[in-house]
């Protein structure tokens, strides 16, 4: 299979690190740059230690980021740079035929007005949201495919999305009303020198953040609008919980149909599982939980796997969906990967399993 | 003032520790006898190390359990055992006119019917279902005085009833549609040697379990359904969450009339906020939260007290209740040395603050 | 019992925290003053909002920090400075007639040149340091009793000292040789935004600092020298472990006399059982674990006790001792509200039980 | 590359699992069978949620332990069980030609004697003693080659013995006096359901156990005794910390000859480097740190690296070690394949980079 040189700019992040984790590992990728700023002129091994018995780590240096020379190195590039950041690099790297692929909230929504109101500035490359893919492979395998600009999904989308869009999809739930309550380890808020994120800041501490409006909502929203056919407004909130990795999101969801006692739930529930086998069964990231398995985000760190369960409950009348998954990962890097794998026509699962 | 001699039935769990730790320090209350079939013979420095600087605790020895010896011992007794135990001292116990505070969940329910549906088997003392008091001070200070029989509420429950009662008796929210997302720290598990409560299968997990009919909702329900005046059935979410104490819930309300736009939220957000400080302005144990404040486990651990902050969506148009509490203190043994308090007529806030 | 008007001076760190909670508390200081520039105008509540039911907490503001303004309002001024700073402070409120407890390193030592050999810069107020007293209450209580400067210890001397000087100074072990290897929860590294500290960075982390030469070996080896009668020179290993609060110190020291097999263990085992109630038994601050008990930081968090026990090794003629205390508690603040009841002429304990 | 079949016994622990990951994605090894007693009849995705994505974890079931049918199924069988049984099922295994590679103490110690001195009971099979191979293999690499019982060595020793036994080999430090002060995540004790290794019991924990004489000195000093051609008698401290996975391991060591001053410590240091060089330059799983890079727990767990650094200390002549790696991967199961990669003949490297 034809390799490919791969670039990642901003790698200093806990994103980054597991873009090169990924990538100094992947059969198929050859990661030939890495940039940062502040680290410009380490290698690899002095900047992440955990790397250092790999080949590359001793050579591999961190270089200022510069968009015309990385087109020369590399065909494909991971930002893993701040929001409104992105831009800069993106636009002349597709311009120089390089595939880019975005991880920050850049080029994850159609719509510019919704970016300025989520991210308090104008969009700063209106023209590229166009020919953006929202790279959420499970549900836009073949745009990606074929797509110079992906847009990786935010962590917490992503466990929102996978389990909610196909039901949206189906018809079995209401687009109103939805609420997504989510739980996430400290690394969702980077490698910022900042003293809310301290150990003794968040060890033995539980607290939402971001009530009631989250930037993540733009492109959840958007997405869920998509799968239903009609605008859908929900309701998250996220909170910050003691463990490095993994999201935990709890779903309450109204059926289409009320179902009614234990025997109408059993029937409702045949077509619920219908639906996630329909989407899912073959799907290598999604793991459908069976009996009495409720996710449990230690079963998913490390891996760019998500995994859920649902459960309908007699008493109100809601279906409960609850999902797991690395949020570095899945939520980020690995997901990312998987869609470096789809357009470069590799197998979708390379440096992933 | 004068003081009582008490005494704690299974004390070597979690809340029975610090329910030791409060009588141990407290101006009024005498500590005499703490009972644990297990520890019998040890004394308090060798079941908890951490008193050992105490000067009681390594004289004060653990005995066998028993209602006729407690009873010539002591003029309160709390009852620290498993839901189904309790009865079998709470029944003799008051009939030689000792006060009982109950922990467990045998007296919380006015209703021998719901009691068997959630704790699947028979109410063993359904006729002191009459006399006991749901203690939690701030709804029935006046009924806990005057009882013999104090069914201290659970840790779930008081993060709930405390921010919701009071919207519900002021007819501010709809009875219907409430959800209840909680996240609960280690402890709440008990000090059971079971595999799934081991450091290494708690640490970097986030889980949700008890989906979706877990024991609490029968008391938390019948107490919404008091303050609402109808009957309330809610959507309760429990998650184990790696911090040994502090519960954080997430409370999903409807307003009980639509407020509209962000001018309508504030509006109707000076309802809430007046509510509140009705309800609870004087409370020692409440703590609103003001300006951008959001509760924080770490910042109740320790104390007796549940905090809370509120937001109004005009997205959704719901209104959003978050509170923390330390749930082996305002979620157990703080609340109900407070009943303490109230039944023998000392300050309330003794041994507390 | 007279009152004290009491301040602090840079009390928004995690030292700082701890001696406004503990001053809050006591029953015989007033605090009427905290200091911070970075904080100045904002209340106690707002800046550690776990303390916003207190009445105080509402009323007390930071202010900027002014010696001259500090020597008008308060008769005793902690100082939770960094070492270099607190000099400043300490000179006018002495001169003022203030007792000053620093918690800096500033006055710990007798000699400026040591100062200067392990702090890199000249001490700021060499003439000082005949007049300040180590506050090592167990060691120099007269001293402390009658000092205007006491300077309180670090956290790790306070757990190597206390365990140690007794043996020292009954020459029942060698002064040559002996190895300190200590375990620090991350808030000795104090409230800073630096990135090793993040939660990411300590949790699932253990790892060794500052080896060989920690500051701290400066005040350490100057109170041995002065138990032993002669120069000593130690081991000293420090790790940073993801606990928020407790120093775990394990001591490995060669008995004065060799005691050969399990017989003359017990022997001399006695001899230091003897010495250790000599120096502690009536110490209320200090624990002799007995029988099989080993310390464990999770049993003196929250309380100003350092607990030890000690283990002869027949195999190898070494004496192990391991101790246990709060880093901000016995280590910092605890120890120096101590000293400062033992200024001011109040029970020892006051306010730390 | 031939690939060979493989069975676990016993594969329901910390151990058993990392095993089972490590051989479900070995690139020659093919998992066929494990077993557990309390397990049997379940599949791997049931014992172990984290694996359910594999394609064999939903065919491949625990069955009962039974040597003749293992012999049957598989050429190499890893054991591991608790010390004492092992012996029951590598006698018969290796009777049929299976390679055995034994996770527990059984064959790590040359000496009946001191096995039972260490274990309380006489050695199971004591005449396979002599053909077992201490299964490090760094230091046996070419009797590992060859042995059909191969005794993988403990958590603690592996952390231990590759910093030491270089320097001791070469008559760089005194085989005297030396000390070994390590640090362990929870793993270590197992998954067992004990009150002593519940979350709430070792979270915001530090402790010590086991003082003075932990099991593993057994092994330990052995290969010590080898490498130095005389009986080595060692301290050795373990200390629980709240991690899961990871082992510090802190060496006190003098030197062979006295260095002197900071000079003469660059000296003697070059010697050290030197060694180390030899022994290990080549290794692929031992990382020898550079300039001021110090071990962290963090950067070695989830590999098979045992990473370490040293520092001679000119104010009291010692040499520090210091060593990290993830007590169930190199100080477990990522060694024991490591062992099988050497005995089967395929990379050394092979499924565990």
Redesign the interface.
């Known amino acids: 299979m034809k390799s490919k040189k791969v670039a990642i700019v901003g790698a200093s992040g806990?994103s980054g690190e597991v873009l090169v984790q990924l990538l100094l590992?992947h059969p198929h990728a050859e990661l030939v740059a890495v940039t940062s700023r502040q680290n410009a002129g380490q290698t690899l091994a002095q900047v992440f230690?955990?790397f250092?018995?790999h080949p590359k780590s001793k050579t591999l240096r961190f270089s200022e980021p510069n968009a015309a020379v990385l087109a020369q190195q590399a065909e494909v590039v991971f930002l893993a740079l701040p929001h409104g950041v992105a831009a800069e690099f993106a636009v002349p790297l597709n311009a120089a035929g390089c595939v880019v692929i975005d991880l920050s909230a850049d080029f994850r929504l159609r719509s510019a007005e919704v970016y300025k109101e989520f991210y308090a500035h104008d969009h700063p490359a209106p023209e590229l949201l166009k020919t953006a893919v929202y790279g959420l492979p499970e549900v836009y395998r073949e745009e990606i495919k074929k797509s110079l600009l992906i847009a990786s999904p935010g962590c917490y989308p992503t466990s929102i999305l996978l389990p909610t869009i196909p039901l949206l999809k189906a018809g079995l739930i209401q687009p109103t009303g939805i609420?997504a309550?989510s739980?996430s380890?400290?690394?969702g808020a980077g490698?910022?020198?900042?003293?809310d994120?301290?150990?003794?800041?968040?060890?033995?501490?539980?607290?939402?953040?971001g009530?009631?409006?989250h930037r993540h909502l733009s492109e959840i929203e958007e997405q869920l609008s998509f799968a239903a056919g009609t605008k859908v407004?929900?309701?998250f909130?996220p909170?910050l919980?003691?463990?490095?990795?993994?999201i935990?999101t709890?779903l309450?969801l109204a059926p289409a149909e009320a179902f009614g006692d234990a025997a109408g739930a059993d029937a409702f529930g045949k077509k619920i599982a219908a639906c996630y086998q329909q989407a899912y069964a073959t799907e290598?990231?999604v793991?459908l939980?069976e009996g009495k398995?409720?996710?449990?985000?230690?079963?998913?760190?490390?891996?760019n796997?998500c995994?859920f369960a649902w459960?309908?409950?007699p008493?109100?009348g809601?279906l409960?969906v609850?999902s797991?998954e690395d949020n570095v990962v899945k939520g980020a890097s690995g997901q990312a990967v998987q869609s470096m794998n789809l357009v470069c026509g590799w197998p979708e699962t390379s440096g992933l399993?």
């Not at 994120?197 to 953040?209: A, G, I, K, Q, T």
């Not at 919980?241 to 993994?246: K, Q, S």
């Open positions: 806990y590992n230690p955990k250092a018995s609420i309550d739980l380890g400290v690394s490698r910022k020198a900042e003293v994120y301290l150990f003794c800041e968040c060890n033995e501490s539980v607290r939402p953040y009530v009631p409006k407004t929900i309701q909130t909170h919980i003691p463990v490095n990795r993994g935990l709890t309450y290598p990231f793991r939980l398995a409720l996710p449990d985000t230690k079963n998913v760190v490390g891996t796997v995994e459960r309908l409950d008493r109100t809601r409960i609850m797991a399993i």
